[in-house]
């Protein structure tokens, strides 16, 4: 499981991998919490997460929007992100059930990350697993 921080005209971009999607989910946002913040202390207590969507993509927009959300409402940088990702096929959702460890944005010097955008979003299926890019605006 691994992310990279991509330049992006007037945007930061994640591209992760992961041996499965619930680790490459994982690791897109994580990559998101580098883009906001370079050093992140131990502290902070974990949260649990709960997305559905319609399809993977729509999937890991909507995760990392609602982490967007949890940083927002409750004033923590939403870091050392679990995640499983389960799709029923009987009714074409997608869920993702997580966690992490919301480190208080008193505690870091955290840069503004506005929103996610499906702006060349990929998340595709590789011969060493899985793939995701996201761009976020900044």
């Known amino acids: 499981m691994s992310y990279e921080l991509r330049d992006h005209t007037a945007d930061v971009a994640v591209e992760a991998t992961g ?5 490459t989910f994982a690791a897109v946002a994580d990559g998101m919490a580098a ?3 370079d050093e992140i202390p131990d502290a902070g207590e974990r949260r649990e997460i709960t997305v559905t969507a319609e399809s993977r993509e729509a999937l890991l927009f909507d995760y ?22 389960t799709d029923d096929d009987a009714d074409d959702k997608w869920t993702l059930t997580g966690s992490y460890r919301g ?4 505690a870091v010097t955290a840069r503004d990350l506005k929103a996610v955008t499906y702006s060349e979003m990929d998340v595709s299926q590789t011969a060493a697993g899985w793939r995701a890019y996201v761009v976020f605006d900044v």
């Open 64 to 85: 990392l929007d609602e982490l967007i959300y949890e940083r927002d409402v409750h004033a923590v940088l939403p870091v050392d992100n679990s995640a499983t990702v």
């Open 35 to 37: 883009a906001m913040c």
């Open 103 to 106: 480190v208080p944005l008193s």
């Open 19 to 23: 041996e499965t999607l619930d680790e």
